[in-house]
């Protein structure tokens, strides 16, 4: 197994930088997962908006947040007041992390070692890109931006300070379609203010 994304720190192109991780096997998802997917977005972009990793129909396409939850995003970036296209989207891990059952391919958590191995591409994406306000989606995400200890539950929709950027957690949206469809307009709705909180920190 190489060393995991050894190459990232010498990057200085985004294009560069796809072409680089797709050749990744820091870690074993490579081996049953579709391509490596990387982030997606302009290098102009304000907000780097980092989730969990991608999912199924992310794995088949190749690009983030493109499925279901990618759907949810875009409709809660839209009532939020956020273009999609000015927004710079990734994950913080890269490959889907899955159980088989039947013909289906079922979500599974990534570890902390698969994070951790991922974690030079999302600093390569954060250096080339520059965003100057980071939205942080679910409890992988933040905990690898934010450190083991973080918990989005005490900090939802704060607007927090790192390396000279704003960072705001917040849920990912996949939770929102796990949830009793009697709550989700209310989780949606949640999830669209603090959505806004990240459009009030806009440069």
Not at 43 to 64: C, F, I, N, T, Y
Not at 129 to 154: C, E, H, N, W, Y
Request: glycine share 10%.
């Amino acid at each position: 197994m190489t060393e995991p994304a050894a190459d990232a720190p010498s990057v200085t192109d985004l294009d560069r930088l796809r072409e680089v991780e797709a050749d990744c096997t820091g870690c074993e998802l490579y081996k049953a997962a579709g391509p490596t997917v990387g982030g997606e977005g302009p290098r102009s972009a304000w907000l780097m908006l980092v989730g969990e990793q991608p999912g199924d129909q992310e794995d088949k396409a190749g690009k983030p947040f493109v499925g279901p939850a990618g759907r949810v995003l875009d409709q809660a970036l839209d009532e939020a007041g956020i273009a999609r296209d000015e927004v710079f989207v990734t994950n913080a891990v890269k490959h889907f992390r899955f159980e088989e059952r039947g013909k289906r391919r079922i979500h599974k958590q990534p570890t902390v070692r698969q994070v951790r191995a991922c974690r030079p591409w999302l600093d390569a994406e954060l250096r080339l890109v520059g965003p100057p306000v980071v939205g942080v989606l679910g409890a992988v995400a933040a905990k690898s931006l934010l450190g083991q200890d973080f918990r989005i539950t005490d900090h939802r929709g704060e607007l927090l300070e790192q390396d000279g950027r704003t960072v705001v957690p917040t849920v990912h949206p996949s939770s929102i379609l796990r949830s009793d469809p009697k709550e989700r307009q209310e989780l949606l709705a949640a999830f669209v203010a603090d959505l806004k909180v990240i459009a009030g920190a806009r440069p």
